[in-house]
Each structure stands twice: as C-alpha cells, then as structure tokens.
C-alpha cells in the first residue's frame, strides 16, 4: 500500500438509531437540483452525459447523494495499518467496502477502538462480512479495545447481541469457524502504540462526558494527528480532556448532535442536557481553545434532515480560522490535506 499518511473515510455519520433518507426528501432533493441545472443553462435537451458532467461537477456529494442513515463507524488508515473507530451500522458498508481487498489477500488485520457500547456503536457487528468468512482460508484476525468499568465486556456485549432468538448466528459459530478476535481494554489516560510502516502510532485515550464510560482517541502518526470525540457533552464548562484530544490536530472529529435550542429546551423542546451529546457553540469554543486545521462533525441527529445537518455544522463559528464540514457517508480526508 502506498504512504497515505492517515486517511479517514466515514462508514456511518449518524447518532442514536439508523435514519434512512425518506422519499420526500429525495424528492425535494430531486427538485431543488433540476431548478439550479435549468438555471444554470441545462435544458431538456441536454445529453446524459451532460446532465452527469454538470451534477458530478456542481453540486456537493451530500446535495446529490445524502448525509447518510448509518450509524457511527470511521475507518482510519495510517499507512497500511486499519483502525476503526465504533462499529455501528456503517461496519456491515465498510466491509462490503473492503472485501474484494479481503478476497485478494486472503484476510483483513487490524484495531478496533470503541468509544463505548451503546446500540448505536455496536449494532453492525453481527452483519460485518469478514465476521462470517471461514477461517480456514481467510484470516481475518482484529484486537479490540473497549472500556474497563462497563457493566459488560466488550466482549460479553457483542456476544449477547447474537445470542439466541435474537440472532439467526450463535457467536460461539464465530468464534470457532470466523473472525480471530483479541481483547484489550482501555482506561483514562492510557497509550496505545501501534507499529507503523514509518514508526510507532500513538492512540491517546480520554474518557469523555456521557452516560456511559466513553472514549475519545487521538492518534498520531508519521507527523500527522486526527482526534475521534463523539458522544460527549459539556457538563457544563469546557472538558479539558477533550481538549487534550483536540489539541492542534489537522481533523478533530466531533459530534455536534443539536442546537443549542434543543440542548438546552428554549422554546418548549425536551431540555436534553446530561443525554451526553453537544451543540455548536460549545464545539466552536473547544474549537477557538484548540485550533485544529478541520472540524467534521458526525453522529448527526436522527431526526434532522440533510439540510439541518449542514446548517448545525455551519452554527460551529470559530476565531481559530478552523474550516468546519459535516460529516458524509463515503467522506475520505487525509490529514496532509487538511
Ligand atoms: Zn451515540
Ligand atoms: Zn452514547
């Protein structure tokens, strides 16, 4: 594999429960872009070819496809070696994603870094490819990493979403014919290093503000650095462990759920404060304390719709002159280029 540095792509960028674009949304989207096109000189009698070249050159990935209904899963490559961060219901897309390289190499190794175990993290697991694929021609061999004080392990967690009449696999199946897996844990302050083809990656933990022991990661690499912090909230003043993750970063990845409106319930919302998740006001004062180069919001509502995902992102007003984008399913960033 080529010196990538670290690259990023987004699995599933939604929070909570998977949110499918509805018809009517597509609809709209449909509108929207045949009004700009005829604006913009395309006319019924414009060639397909033609349509293509003006929506793959004009509108953003977002405005001609969707945010995305999955949810939390990042695939983080530095070089060669494979870190994925949660494992919601974009892991079963990233390992359709990555099987023809599976099948060619006959396996996939790499890390799993789990910021904690609620659904939303965990439920694509049991649909995740290289889980069922046998192990006697494919090696697909991953250490995971998971909180100490859960109620349950890790492992007991994944184990459990597939126990009987749940699911139609029994785990112990798996783990005699499938996926190799190894467990570690992790605690507040703990440094993970991995070997990197141009050195060591250091994986910074942090325990983050939720209702469940929750992590947020910092790696470094060949010179490079990214921070992945969803789920977290401030309670109420500014988490100086997040900060830490953040710190100078070239991509902090960051959830940014609400409004400051829904956060707090002016207007007569539900007041959703200690639900562990946070707003744009308080992600651009993180932000003006840590100066990352980029900010990509993620773990998006499920009840906004595109538009309001894009409109949350842009509320993040920072005075560090950091660029803020909302996360997209099929997004690929590279630190080197942020
Ligand atoms: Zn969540
Ligand atoms: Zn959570």
């Not at 009004?35 to 019924?44: D, I, K, M, N, Y």
């Not at 397909?48 to 496809?65: C, F, K, P």
């Not at 400051?260 to 998740?277: A, F, L, N, R, V």
């Amino acid at each position: 594999m080529s010196e990538c540095g670290i690259q990023i792509k987004f699995w599933g960028v939604r929070g909570s429960i998977p949110a499918p674009i509805s018809s009517e949304a597509i609809g709209n989207k449909i509108i929207r872009a045949i009004g700009v096109a005829f604006e913009e000189g395309l006319s019924p009698r414009s060639t397909e070819a033609q349509i293509r070249a003006w929506v793959d050159g004009t509108l953003l990935s977002y405005q001609r496809g969707t945010i995305g209904g999955n949810t939390t899963c990042v695939e983080v490559l530095c070089d060669d070696q494979l870190i994925i961060l949660d494992m919601g219901t974009g892991l079963r897309c990233l390992g359709v994603g990555l099987m023809s390289q599976t099948i060619q190499n006959k396996g996939l190794q790499g890390v799993i870094l789990q910021s904690h175990v609620h659904w939303d993290h965990i439920q694509g697991y049991p649909f995740w490819p290289q889980l069922h694929m046998p192990r006697t021609i494919f090696k697909n061999e991953f250490q995971f990493f998971g909180g100490k004080e859960w109620d349950k392990s890790l492992e007991e967690v994944l184990r459990g979403q597939m126990d009987a009449p749940v699911f139609p696999v029994n785990h112990r199946e798996v783990e005699a014919t499938g996926l190799q897996m190894y467990f570690d844990s992790v605690y507040d302050g703990k440094v993970i290093t991995l070997p990197g083809k141009r050195g060591d990656i250091r994986i910074l933990c942090r325990k983050l503000n939720h209702p469940q022991e929750t992590y947020g990661y910092r790696i470094e690499y060949a010179g490079e650095s990214m921070a992945f912090c969803t789920d977290h909230e401030p309670y109420p003043a500014l988490d100086r462990k997040l900060l830490e993750l953040a710190n100078g970063v070239d991509i902090f990845i960051t959830e940014c759920q609400y409004s400051k409106d829904e956060y707090s319930g002016h207007g007569g919302k539900i007041q959703k404060i200690g639900w562990g998740h946070s707003y744009p006001e308080y992600i651009a004062e993180v932000v003006d304390e840590t100066h990352p180069k980029l900010v990509v919001t993620t773990h998006h509502d499920p009840a906004s719709d595109d538009e309001r995902v894009v409109q949350i992102a842009s509320q993040i007003i920072n005075k560090a002159g950091s660029v803020v984008i909302p996360g997209y399913e099929g997004l690929v960033l590279k630190c080197s280029e942020a």
